[in-house]
């Protein structure tokens, strides 16, 4: 496993697993083989509804908490100073800890700012080791850098490759903010795990198209979240350690790019609505 610094000097595992869109008993399988296999880093979210389930595998598991990253997040519905800080105590209760190792306001709408507030109390005491935010746009988070005594130390965004978001990356690695990718595999959307040129990429490396496609967020110094609740992609996703991509195949990835999230905003009203709300952040 390699890790990513935070600004803080906390570390963060490079390589995490997901819990988006698994029920609470998939959940609680998953995570358990995930931790299993050497995972150590697991990405779960109020929105979710499977923290009491990730927490459950944790305690069921040989591993110790401060050998584990765990990573939960706000839902807007719970922004506000106060809501906020009681959302973090509900899912430290669910995932049966006492501390976090990482809290994201998951989407840029509502009461940011409040919810901010929140979290740096909390990340002053001790009780969350590092804060960030998740689907803030480069605006936003410049925003926050500015304005704020404590500066985000991750934004989680959609990042697979047809979905790239080089420049919005490049931007938050210079400034200090790790980049980490949701949907690595765009959820197999647009045939992703039968592209030719990955998988002309994973012949050479007598690999698979998903470990090329984490091995190249991993080269592009990006954590990441794979999501599997199958035993045997959850070991193979894993496996991204002992090849490393030449120049030429990074551009051969960089070539899929579409610059087009691969999720249909209309299907999302929380995130179509974010566009709107950000203007008003902005101009706020
Ligand atoms: N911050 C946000 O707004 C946000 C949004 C979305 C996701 N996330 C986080 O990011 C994580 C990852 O994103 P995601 O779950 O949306 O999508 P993803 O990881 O891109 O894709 C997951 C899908 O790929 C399949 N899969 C996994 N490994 C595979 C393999 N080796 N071969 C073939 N299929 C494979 C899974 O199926 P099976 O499960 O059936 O194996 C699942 O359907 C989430 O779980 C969540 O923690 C955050």
Not at 7 to 35: I, Y
Not at 171 to 190: C, H, I, M, R, T
Not at 243 to 260: A, G, H, Q, R
Request: net charge negative.
């Amino acid at each position: 496993m390699n890790y990513q610094t935070l600004s803080n000097n906390v570390k963060m595992p490079m390589l995490g697993f997901g819990v988006f869109q698994a029920s609470p008993s998939e959940t609680e399988k998953a995570v358990g083989m995930a931790l299993a296999t050497g995972y150590r880093l697991i990405d779960t979210a109020v929105a979710y509804q499977n923290e009491a389930a990730v927490g459950n595998a944790i305690k069921n598991s040989n591993v110790s908490r401060d050998q584990l990253f765990v990573t939960t997040k706000v839902w807007l519905q719970d922004y506000g100073y106060q809501q906020t800080q009681q959302s973090v105590f509900r899912s430290l209760e669910l995932l049966k800890t006492d501390y976090l190792d990482l809290v994201l306001l998951h989407q840029p709408i509502g009461d940011v700012w409040g919810a901010w507030r929140a979290l740096e109390d909390l990340y002053r005491d001790g009780t969350v080791r590092a804060i960030g935010v998740s689907n803030f746009p480069p605006e936003l988070v410049e925003q926050f850098l500015q304005i704020n005594e404590i500066k985000p130390m991750v934004n989680q965004i959609e990042i697979n490759p047809f979905y790239q978001q080089t420049k919005n990356v490049s931007y938050l690695q210079s400034n200090d903010v790790v980049a980490e990718a949701w949907a690595p595999f765009a959820e197999g959307k647009n045939g992703i795990f039968h592209n030719p040129q990955l998988q002309e990429i994973a012949n050479v490396h007598q690999t698979k198209v998903g470990n090329v496609i984490l091995r190249w967020l991993n080269q592009r110094n990006i954590v990441t979240i794979p999501k599997s609740i199958h035993q045997n992609r959850i070991e193979s996703n894993f496996a991204i350690f002992d090849f490393e991509l030449s120049p030429t195949e990074m551009e051969m990835i960089s070539s899929l790019n579409t610059d087009v999230s691969m999720f249909n905003q209309a299907d999302r009203p929380d995130v179509a609505r974010t566009k709107n709300l950000i203007n008003w952040h902005v101009n706020h």
